[in-house]
Structures are given as C-alpha cells and as structure tokens.
C-alpha cells in the first residue's frame, strides 16, 4: 500500500493522559499537513511540514501540541494533558510540491477518544 | 463567520438523481477549488480540483466555480447508490486547505 498510513486507527485515553500519533507520508511526498476533523464538521487545519521544517501552525494548536517530522519522512503528533475537547478524528495528508496547486492525499485518520 | 458556509444536510435522493452541492465562501484570495468524498470512517479522498473561475466535467460529476458570486457547486448525474458519503468542498488558501462542514449524501435506491 502506498497511501498515506496512519497509526493508530484508534485511541482511548483518560483525560489527563499523554497521546502521540504517527503519520507515515507518501514516499518523496515533501510536504505533510495535520488536521482535525470533529464530528459532522469538516477537517480543520492544525500544521504543516515542508521536509523537517515546520512552517505553519494554526491558532487551534495550543501548547499542549506538538508535532514533528525529524528526517523529513514520517512525523508525530503530540497532545499532552488530554481533555475530552481533544476528542476527534486526527487527519494527517501529504503532497509534492510542484507548482502553485499540489494535491493533498489524506490518510485513514486517527479517531482519539478522551474520556 | 466561517471562510467557507456548506449546507451540512442530510440530502437524500433516489437513484438516477441528478445532485447539487453547494458551497459559498468569503475569501477572494482562494484560487483552488476543491471537492472531496468521505466514506464513513476513512480520509477524504479528493474528487475534482478546479483554478479560478469556470466549469470542470469528469464522467458523472460536474464543478462550477463563481468567483464573481464566491460560489462553487458539484453535480452529480446518474447518482448511485455507492455515491453515498459526505462531500466536502475544500479551498486551496496559501499551502492550507479550508473546508466547508460537508454534506451528508444518501441515494435511495
């Protein structure tokens, strides 16, 4: 499978809990974005990696968020101190920059539930 | 306000249906215009892309963009049952995409 891969699929965790996801990028894809998506809404934009430098971060991420993409390949995505407001679905999605439009393809997502 | 206003729905139609989704929005640096799919469960997966303003056919579906009226619409033709899912318009601002809520589609069959 050469999609974007995403682990894991599901999450579970008491509130107050530490939480870390992992994206896996489509090969050479040199971008790679993270979104959220909440229940009956549309996914909403969290941050963005173009190779290991993180070059946008919206206003939605707040300092319990952290995410990283070391070598420029796969990255992480850290929610420290959990709340039950953290409870949705984590996309992440990758491009290659070409031009001025790059498609993002989107993995399977990341469903976390805080309890 | 929102950047980008979708009717959430629900909307169901019978098979054979012809479809309109809509989407309205508020920033007129958008030049991308885009319309995902999402089964239940799974990522979006992107349908269509158009640049500025104009129409775009592929097979069954049909992308309209307004950029006078900040207007986009998708149509489906012949809808099918397996064309059931939430459709999301997305628009390409700088690097990020901003989407709509989605709609909810269900085709009776």
């Known amino acids: 499978d050469t999609g974007v891969s995403q682990n894991p699929r599901h999450k579970i965790t008491k509130r107050g809990q530490n939480v870390t996801f992992r994206c896996d990028p489509i090969s050479e894809h040199n971008r790679l974005y993270w979104y959220r998506q909440t229940l009956g809404q549309g996914p909403e934009f969290l941050t963005y990696?173009?190779?290991?430098?993180?070059?946008?971060k919206s206003r939605l991420l707040s300092d319990r968020f952290s995410a990283e993409r070391p070598k420029g390949s796969f990255s992480t995505l850290e929610i420290q101190r959990t709340e039950q407001g953290d409870s949705a679905m984590y996309l992440c999605?990758?491009?290659?920059?070409?031009?001025?439009?790059?498609?993002?393809?989107f993995g399977p997502g990341t469903r976390l539930t805080v309890l | 306000q929102k950047e980008v206003e979708q009717d959430p729905g629900p909307l169901s139609v019978p098979e054979g249906a012809i479809v309109s989704l809509n989407c309205t929005y508020s920033n007129s640096a958008f030049q991308y215009f885009m319309w995902y799919r999402q089964y239940s469960r799974k990522g979006p997966e992107l349908l269509m892309y158009?640049?500025?303003?104009g129409n775009k056919e592929d097979g069954r579906f049909t992308a309209q963009v307004d950029k006078s009226s900040k207007y986009i619409s998708l149509f489906i033709r012949d809808s099918q049952p397996s064309d059931s899912a939430t459709y999301l318009c997305?628009?390409?601002?700088?690097?990020?995409?901003?989407f709509g809520q989605g709609t909810r589609l269900t085709i009776n069959p």
């Open positions: 999605a990758s491009s290659l920059k070409q031009g001025a439009y790059n498609e993002q393809f």
């Open positions: 997305a628009m390409q601002g700088a690097q990020k995409l901003v």
């Open positions: 990696f173009q190779n290991e430098a993180q070059l946008e």
């Open positions: 158009t640049y500025s303003s």
